[in-house]
């Protein structure tokens, strides 16, 4: 019988973690997301309003961003409509996260209250 070939010389390339950014003015709320999202395999920047966001989202690059809209300093609202004018910002997918309607283009929006599982869903097929 031959034996099987061993792996040790290859190397694998893990792709790797999806970055989620997180902007909700509840503490509470940012850190269930981020610590559920961390668990599932995402690094997570938290963000507490629209313009802390917008400057997390340039430094970070996230690859979605899950947002409130209604938060203190910069709404979501406020967000969405900075997001669309920045070129390197208006092709990140945002997952409306909100008791509020949004009728601004979004890749998802999700009531207020959603499961987590609903949220995780939701990602995995935006972030893919």
């Known amino acids: ?3 099987l070939p061993t792996r040790s010389s290859e190397t694998y390339a893990l792709a ?3 970055r989620i950014l997180v902007v909700d003015d509840d503490p509470a ?4 997301l981020a610590t559920f999202l961390e668990m599932e395999g995402y690094q997570v920047a938290p963000a507490r309003d629209g313009r802390d966001a917008l400057l ?3 430094l970070e690059r996230p690859d979605l961003v899950v947002l409130d ?3 203190p300093s910069m709404s979501g609202w406020g967000f969405l409509s900075e997001q669309a004018k920045d070129p390197t910002l208006a092709g990140i997918p945002v ?3 909100s008791s509020f ?3 601004l283009k979004v890749a998802a929006h999700l009531q207020k209250p959603y499961g987590l599982e609903t949220l995780l869903a939701t990602i995995r097929r935006l972030a893919a």
């Open 95 to 97: 997952v409306v996260a």
């Open 1 to 3: 019988m031959e034996a």
């Open 16 to 18: 790797p973690p999806k």
């Open 101 to 103: 309607t949004c009728r």
């Open 69 to 71: 809209l209604m938060m």
């Open 29 to 32: 709320i940012r850190a269930v």
């Open 56 to 58: 997390k989202a340039k």
